[in-house]
């Protein structure tokens, strides 16, 4: 673990001295980059030249205990010592936090995608139930949710919803989310009491820029359509809203949230960057598949994550097999719970894999 230490302080140093020169502070995108690293480091420096100290400390507090023959000075000298290997194990834990891999995305603005599954009408109603759901906890962190483009669903709920979420740390937290949802209910469509099994996929992708995610736009066709529901007047009188159809994959990207078209257009290309982006680290991991992937970040499609039955008021989240008994708190948006017990796992699997628990 110290040699590890010794190489990110020796980083820090370095990009200390990267960031003031001339063509770092001309190059804003470089000197951004720097700057979050610096402080990024800075964290893991500032614990580690704690415990450099700690570890000389204990050193000299020893020294005095072998030669040291006036019995209160030896007292003063072991309670000292018994203080610095409390606090040595407290810094051992937080360096270990510390040097777990992080995601590079993680305090990225992202993309929400949410659309009914099996389940026909009471699928899209579901949807409707989380979307609400994610919108509460957003109000909660104090962070920013714009819907970009939906479709209702006959009964009521939503088809397909997508939404951008903006503020600190939001794909960080919300990255857990990505997965097939199933609800347990009576729906409001069923005469006869029978409780049924509907389901709803979740994706959250991280918002790329242009920087990291190119984009040749002769691979790009553009098409221009009215809006549709609410409005005001340029609903269906202005082509504002915007149809984006990525030729190489397939991939086509609508948004008509906004009454500009060229604010539809580069929200549209900011959702098609973050399913490129999705589509390329799928790949990755199927390239690297000899590693275990992680069953809790691995944010796949398919996977079933959370089961949510209203009839025992119950939500358990299959990836660490955690149930909670507070179904309307859990769909009122206080998800919170969930998402600190799947990011423990996460860092616990990471530092099994790095060899930090050693």
Known sequence: MLDKLQALKDRFEEV?????????????????????????????????????LILENIDSSKQILDKEKDPDFREMAKAELDDLKERKIQLEEELKQLLIPK?????????????????????????????RMYERFCEMKGWKLTVLD?????????????????????????????????VQRVPATESQGRVHTSAASVAVLPEMDEVEVHLDMNDIRKDTYCSSGPGGQSVNTTYSAV???????????????????????????????SRLYEIELAKHNETVGAQRKSMVGSGDRSDKIRTYNYPQSRVTDHRIN???????????????????????????????????EE
Do not use: W
């Not at 769909?331 to 894999?353: H, V, W």
């Open 16 to 52: 200390g001295q990267l960031i003031i020169l001339p063509e770092s502070m001309s190059d804003m995108s470089k000197y951004a980059k720097l700057s979050k690293e610096y402080k990024d480091l800075e964290k893991v420096v500032e614990a580690y030249d704690e415990y450099k």
């Open 243 to 273: 149809r984006l159809t990525h030729n190489p994959t397939g991939l086509v990207v609508t948004c008509q949230d906004e009454k500009s078209q060229i604010k539809n257009f580069e929200k549209a290309l900011k959702v098609l960057r």
């Open 322 to 356: 955690k149930t909670v008994y507070n179904l309307p708190d859990v769909m009122e948006g206080n998800i919170e719970e969930f998402i600190s017990a799947l990011r423990f796992a996460e860092n616990l699997e990471k530092m099994n894999t790095s060899g930090l």
């Open 103 to 131: 995601d590079p995305n993680d305090s990225k603005d992202c993309i929400l995608e949410i659309r009914g599954g099996t389940g026909g009408d009471e699928a899209a109603i579901f949807a409707g139930d989380l979307f």
């Open 150 to 182: 939906l479709t209702f669903g006959s009964a009521g709920g939503y088809k397909e919803i997508i939404a951008t979420v903006s503020g600190a740390d939001v794909y960080g937290m919300l990255k857990y989310e990505s997965g097939v949802h199933r």
